[in-house]
């Protein structure tokens, strides 16, 4: 029986594209090395109609930002049809605004049966500056979030793009304006220090699998120039023991914490297929910053990292997550 053709979908017109272009190449050739026709398409335009005339029978989401992580392209798949893998539109639509994590995981367990914790946080639109004088209060926010330094970053998008760690008040309102020029609403939260984790779940709730927690040593901050130059980051999957505790059994338990947080929240959100999980163990908890469910899969992006540390070849998990979405319809 021949394989299911596959719409690999990725580009767009985010500030995400040239990452997105990258990990459609990357899934286009591990789809094609385990045998199936593969369609690669842009999110543009044409989209639509090259979706009705091709018909193809699955579609792989490889779009990062806007397009993708927002829930657009997933809704448009659903409407038109077409099985796709990854999340579906609702959950695509909670986690790509990070100021809803706390929320979501507030409903989703009692404080005592969690293990995820988050930093504390104030998130502001544009229209509270430009129309209803917030500028003028600035000089609260420390008090609201803990302090500085403080981590600025825009509440939907990733690749760290518009993220700032600010060390005083004088940095806090360029910051912002930074933030603003990726999103209309800021983030504002407190900086956590500790070990940068990136944690991938792959599955459906209640029978996933966590890969090998990767860890992230950046030489400052871990923002998108430093994802792009190979010299300023250092990657360890699995994390490091002593990284988390000079303790070779503590530092278990903390990897084990830091793995049970990333299937909690996976569950919390409703995803399935794949997604990863952002976080930092600051030394008492797994601090969690962020939910990515259509993560980078380029050759050097950190779930093929924690897949490769699994033994699990990409190209063999490619092909059963479309093959299962094949199976399921939308």
Known sequence: MDKPTVAVIMGGSSFERRFSLASGKHV??????????VLA???????????R??????AFVALHGAGGEDGAVPSLLTFLDIPFVGSLPPVCRNTWNKAELPFVMARAYAPEDSVVRWP??????EGAFRNLGAAEALDLMPERVGGFPLAVKPA?????????KVESADGLGEALMGALAFDDTALVQEWVDGVELSVTVIG????????????IVAEGVYDTDARLDPQAVSYFCPVRPESLSPDGQEAASIRSTCERAAIEVYRAFGCRDMARVDMVWDGAAPRVLDLKVFPGLTETS?????????????????????????????
């Open 120 to 125: 504390a946080q104030v998130a502001l639109p």
């Open 302 to 330: 950190l779930v093929p990292t924690a897949l490769e540390a699994a033994g699990i070849a990409l190209p063999e998990l490619l092909d059963s997550m479309v093959e299962q979405a094949y199976a399921r319809g939308c």
């Open 41 to 51: 398409l842009d999110a543009d335009e044409n989209l639509v109609d090259t979706l």
């Open 28 to 37: 286009v050739e591990a789809l094609e090395a385990s045998g199936h026709k």
């Open 53 to 58: 005339t091709e018909r193809p029978d699955v």
């Open 156 to 164: 939907c998008g990733g690749s760290a793009m518009g993220l700032s």
């Open 204 to 215: 459906d709730p209640g029978d996933e699998e966590v890969l090998p927690p990767v860890e």
